[in-house]
């Protein structure tokens, strides 16, 4: 997933909403910017960290209230995302909100049936792709 995340990152970089554990290595390997990482030297580090687990933790379309500027959603099936971001793993892109378009899926299991991993774009309401 990372080779898709630099390539669109390439071509529009933009703030990436991963969890802390995975933001270094967007940072390091992309054009694109996180929110936090686990480098946590000052308070204003653990102020982004406790803002990006609003984010992870909330709704799928309270993205923009938390994180106004975000462009890329990155989500692994783990302990740091909440529920009902998780569910976007499992809705069908017809399913989906109108301001998420899902960039990328990662599969797992006979027929590639478990999704555990995915990479979406992100939309605010006036530049919806629909």
């Known amino acids: 997933m990372l080779k898709r995340l ?36 000052t308070e ?21 209230d938390l994180q106004p500027d975000a462009k890329y959603l990155v989500l692994i099936d783990n302990r740091f995302y909440g529920e009902q971001m998780l569910q976007l793993l499992r809705l069908k892109a017809g399913d ?7 960039v990328q899926l990662a599969t797992a299991g006979k027929g590639n049936s478990v999704v555990y991993g995915g990479i979406f774009e992100l939309f605010s309401g006036d530049d919806s792709p629909e």
């Not at 270094?24 to 480098?39: E, K, M, S």
């Open 6 to 41: 630099r390539s669109l990152c390439d071509d529009a970089p933009g703030l990436v909403s991963i969890e802390r554990n995975l933001g270094h290595h967007v940072g390091y390997f992309t054009d694109c910017t996180v929110l936090a990482n686990n480098f946590l030297t």
């Open 44 to 64: 204003q580090h653990f102020e982004k960290v406790a803002e990006l687990d609003r984010v992870l933790q909330g709704e799928p379309g309270s993205i923009f």
């Open 96 to 102: 989906l909100p109108p301001t998420i378009k899902a």
